[in-house]
């Protein structure tokens, strides 16, 4: 039955996964006219971990969808829009001892830009692809973005970057489902991506060694892992700060100040909403700039060592060796600091600890990186950052805070995060967020993302999906 969707010609950006393959047949099945657009983006198969180009058998598969849906199907090189627009951003932000997300970007600089362009150039009304989130259009011409309705699969932080202009043209048809519900779709239709795994790696270009990747373009260098101990946050004037002007804005100021994040698991690294925010709202309002600038910085560490030499063996040949430090200690040698992020713990390479060790910092300029034992190590915790005035982006311009106002939210560092309660801060310097409980590996170039609670009027969604996303910004 024709319902006036056989007017608005819809193109699906599919890719050959379950997911987009499933958005076509919804549309299809809604009476859209529909066609599918494939999109390459990388050639360079060297760069893979599996040696293949990926891209040509997703091709494949995306053409037998389409062709089981009974769409027509086109074809689009990209690659050259890619690399240009996010893969030596990528290079330029690891360069600089940064950690882009090039889902983000990929959304933001392609699927909805120039990808976007082509659809429209083919006729094309709207563009769909097979995130896990879900938009709506208000009376007043307004977007919005909200979670996804599976909580395991909300993908709404790869569209954090999206301009109200770039929602106006996007649907995204299976934000209200389940992953499972999308896989019985597929098989029950019969698609020839039902049993087709998730894509992993960077956007397009695959599962890589991201060393190797970045190799491309950024030289090794070898440097030194250098361990810090406990005993340098006794002695450093940063961490007394943070840790005294946190106290300063208590709601009990007999309450011990809680610098360490509370560990669960790699993607659940604390827990949120179990009590009421620890700090005075009066209190962090009264914060001047100056204040908070400092109290979103990070420890930077520099621990000097010293040299001294020593006869070995029977033949007492002289060698040299570091002198013992309080602070810290040499544990070993890396290919360059710009190959690894906060947080990381895998290809170290460091022996000799009961508990993982992680990156805490990586000092680019003397090409040293910070690392620390444990999880509750104090240097992969932080309480506050801060997102500087032009990186600053709402996807909801009606929602943009004036330099003063301050608010709560709930905010995301990484995808897959568990929403973290947080006071949002605007101020001429930058917007700030004060999270309720530490965050553990902030890095710099991630995105933050925040979030408003809102009612959907659906009482069994789980509580993790009733947000809209409001803005996001580069750390």
Not at 303 to 319: A, D, L, N, P, V
Not at 341 to 346: D, F, M, N, Y
Request: glycine share 8%; with cysteine.
């Amino acid at each position: 039955m024709d319902n006036g969707n056989s007017a608005i010609k819809v193109c699906v950006g599919l890719s050959g996964g379950v997911d987009s393959s499933v958005a076509a047949l919804l549309l299809k099945r809604a009476g859209y006219d529909v066609f599918a657009l494939f999109m390459q983006n990388w050639h360079d198969a060297s760069t893979t971990l599996h040696g293949e180009c990926e891209w040509e058998e997703d091709r494949f598969v995306a053409e037998m969808v389409a062709r089981k849906i009974g769409i027509p199907f086109y074809y689009v090189d990209l690659s050259e829009e890619y690399r240009k627009r996010v893969v030596d951003y990528m290079f330029d932000e690891y360069g600089k001892g940064r950690t882009p997300n090039p889902d983000v970007l990929c959304n933001r600089e392609i699927k909805f830009d120039a990808f976007l362009k082509c659809a429209l150039k083919l006729g094309a009304d709207m563009v769909a692809t097979g995130h896990y989130c879900r938009k709506e259009t208000d009376e007043n011409g307004v977007h919005h973005i909200f979670a996804g309705l599976d909580p395991g699969k909300d993908q709404s932080y790869f569209l954090c970057q999206l301009t109200q202009e770039q929602l106006s043209k996007a649907m995204f048809p299976i934000g209200g489902l389940m992953k499972s519900e999308v896989r019985r779709l597929a098989h029950e239709a019969d698609l020839p991506s039902a049993d087709k795994k998730d894509s992993q790696g960077i956007c397009f270009v695959g599962k890589v060694s991201l060393p190797v990747f970045l190799q491309q373009k950024l030289k090794p260098s070898e440097g030194d892992i250098v361990e810090v101990y406990d005993a340098y946050y006794e002695n450093d004037g940063q961490y007394a700060f943070v840790r005294d002007t946190l106290g300063s804005i208590m709601n009990d100021s007999s309450a011990e100040v809680n610098m360490i994040t509370e560990y669960i698991s790699e993607d659940k690294s604390s827990c949120t909403g179990r009590s009421a925010c620890p700090f005075s709202m009066e209190k962090i309002a009264a914060l001047d700039d100056q204040t908070l600038m400092r109290l979103s910085l990070p420890v930077k560490y520099d621990i000097q060592f010293e040299t001294e030499t020593y006869r070995s063996g029977k033949k007492h040949i002289k060698k040299t060796r570091y002198k013992e430090n309080p602070f810290g200690k040499v544990i070993g040698r890396h290919d360059g600091a710009q190959f690894y992020t906060i947080g990381q713990r895998k290809g170290l390479n460091v022996g000799g600890h009961k508990d993982s060790v992680f990156v805490i910092e990586t000092d680019t300029e003397s090409n040293v990186i910070y690392v620390g034992e444990g999880h509750t190590h104090k240097g992969l915790s932080r309480s506050c950052l801060r997102i500087s005035p032009e990186e600053i982006h709402w996807i909801r311009p009606d929602m943009v805070m004036a330099s003063g106002e301050i608010s709560r939210c709930k905010v995301r560092i990484r995808y897959r995060q568990p929403l973290q309660d947080a006071t949002m801060i605007m101020r001429e310097n930058g917007l700030f967020f004060l999270f309720d409980s530490p965050q553990r590996g902030i890095t710099p170039g991630q995105f933050a993302v925040w979030y408003a609670p809102v009612d959907l009027g659906a009482d069994d969604a789980p509580a993790e999906t009733a947000v809209e996303m409001l803005g996001s910004g580069v750390i």
